[in-house]
């Protein structure tokens, strides 16, 4: 349970109490399954990966197999739309769940990834950052010494993009709801305990490549 709703079941005792039996008797006349794949959805609708990655295994346990997971999901796409449907599938193939691994080790069916070069090695000093932003990625690029590493500039918390206009002293501070990360190591260091996505990363020839 997350401090917010510990703090107001402290606070509103029995205003949350009734709150949570509601959602009880809510699905009092589903099956568990269908409840659980029900809960995931909202979860997906909601865009939120901790609560994802909750709900998402409590439908396994319940019964649902991933086939039913992902037809869950694209039968509720009028509602969550397609973008927030590959965000889930994102989510679900980072927790490496047995469950979904038929299709991930079939490989691409649309070929292999592409390299992007987005920086040249000597445009970011040591110890510095460089934001980079072209069509739909959106990244933090950071040195130390000679080694670099790449981050999705998306909070994993709402996967809002932290512009670099929040960056200050090595660190990101989403404007949305305060997450701050560490950008030596993408590590949250407040509000929530998920740390940036690193990227793919290769150095060629003096240029700076990701993988999209």
């Known amino acids: 349970m997350s401090q917010a709703l510990d703090y107001l079941l402290k ?59 992902i037809d869950a999901l694209l039968m509720a796409m009028p509602a969550l739309g397609f973008s927030k449907i590959v965000w889930a599938v994102d989510v679900i193939l980072d927790m490496d769940l047995p469950a979904f691994k038929k299709y991930a080790a079939a490989g691409s069916v649309m070929g292999a990834a592409e390299w992007l070069p987005i920086a040249s090695a000597e445009s970011i000093p040591d110890g510095q950052h460089l934001f980079v932003r072209q069509g739909n990625l959106s990244c933090y690029v950071v040195r130390s010494g000679k080694d670099f590493v790449v981050y999705d500039a998306h909070c994993p918390h709402k996967d809002n993009v932290i512009m670099d206009s929040a960056a200050t002293d090595g660190q990101l501070s989403c404007p949305f709801h305060a997450w701050k990360f560490d950008l030596k190591n993408g590590e949250c260091i407040s509000g929530g305990k998920t740390p940036l996505k690193k990227l793919a990363i290769k150095v060629e020839g003096g240029k700076i490549f990701t993988q999209i």
Do not use: C
């Not at 006349?29 to 998402?56: E, F, N």
């Open 11 to 69: 606070a509103r005792p029995q205003a949350m109490q009734a709150y949570f039996t509601f959602l009880k008797q809510a699905g009092s006349h589903l099956d568990p399954k269908t409840a659980a794949l029900i809960s995931v959805i909202t979860k997906v609708h909601a865009k939120t990966s901790r609560g994802l990655k909750q709900y998402l295994p409590r439908a396994l346990k319940a019964g649902a197999s991933a086939d039913e997971v």
